[in-house]
């Protein structure tokens, strides 16, 4: 009898040890252990049977019952982890894909420093105008008083581009952003308030030129404008650009075909460990061209000089750039070299403000 229940208990316990799965298992535990089971079948027996032999056959038949029951609880707990092993495999989340693309690209300096200049003007009530980079003679030139055969020509290093049929004008590649000045006075109305940063080209390349560059230009023109508002103008631009409280400006007479009287701003700066500081100390550099915009150019431009008046100055992007971030070759803004462009460049999305601070 006893080897029967051996049979009976090696049988069932190699069955729970095969389940397939949770289901299966759960068949097998009432197939054995249920109401109707195998195992409770053999105790329903046991009231026929004399005290003895019922004794006998209860302990042995709960021996088999135990053992069935710690396989069966030893199988559960194997397929419950073998099920949370499978969602786990199944809803894995690749936690080291970048959740957004990684930054790659930067803000190039000339970028930034456009950036720059359009925050610090706009908060002095500034608009931004825009010209075309291939220019005719009079918007380029003779608008601006200089004549074809005045010195200034040469000094241009013009490029002139070919005509397209015979009788046409050669046209050039702006030499500055001084057309802008005449396309913004022949467009609007005064009062102007204008800044126009752009693309310039002249026939020049050593280390401190460039056949391409770039430049700002700056018009103001209104009913009482007059020089004091714009040193004042440069001044408030100077540090806020610089971002120094203190910056030591001088202006120097000077000569320019378009203004008069016409003047140079320089800046004070003092050399420490090779670099340049910006702020006081005993040398200077000039920034800055700038004058009162000349009668002749207002009238060429349909306004009346004795009720208008007006500012203008212009200045070298790359230059300003090249002080403010310690840049010392100018040919190197135009090389494309990647690590050039991860140690100048600046994060694309911080754009320049004055509240937070134009170069974070
Ligand atoms: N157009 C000049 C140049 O390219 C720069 C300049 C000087 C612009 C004086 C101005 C100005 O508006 O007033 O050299």
Known sequence: MTTDLD??????????????????????????????????????????????????????????????AKALDARKAVLENADLEKRLAEERVDVTLPVAPEPVGSVHPISQTIDELTAIFSDMGFTVAEGPDIEDDFHNFDALNIPPEHPARQEHDTFYLPPVTEDQAHMVLRTHTSPVQIRTMMGQKPPIRVICPGRTYRADYDATHSP????????????????????????EFCKAYFEVEDV??????????????????????????????????????????????????????????????????????ERIAMLKYGIPDLRTFYEADVRWLRHYGFAGLDIPNLYEGLSR
């Not at 003092?270 to 040398?283: C, P, T, Y």
């Open 248 to 317: 030591p400006v001088r202006f120097r007479a000077s000569h320019f075909p378009f203004t008069e009287p016409s003047a140079e701003m320089d800046i004070g700066y003092a050399k420490r460990d090779g670099q340049i500081k910006i702020g006081a100390g005993d040398d200077w550099l000039e920034i800055v061209g700038c004058g009162m915009v000349h009668p002749k150019v207002l009238r060429n431009c349909g306004l009346d000089p004795d009720v208008y008046q007006g500012f203008a100055f212009g200045m070298g992007i």
């Open 212 to 235: 391409n560059f770039h430049q700002v230009e700056g018009l103001v023109i209104d009913k009482a404008t007059h020089m004091g508002h714009l040193k004042g103008c440069l001044i």
């Open 7 to 68: 049979a009976l208990r090696d049988r069932l316990v190699s069955a729970v040890e095969e389940a397939a799965d949770l289901a299966a298992l759960e068949d097998l535990r009432i197939s054995a252990l249920g109401k109707k089971g195998e195992i409770t079948a053999h105790m329903k027996q046991l009231g026929g049977m004399d005290p003895e032999q019922r004794k006998q056959m209860g302990q042995a038949l709960n021996q088999v019952k135990a053992h069935v």
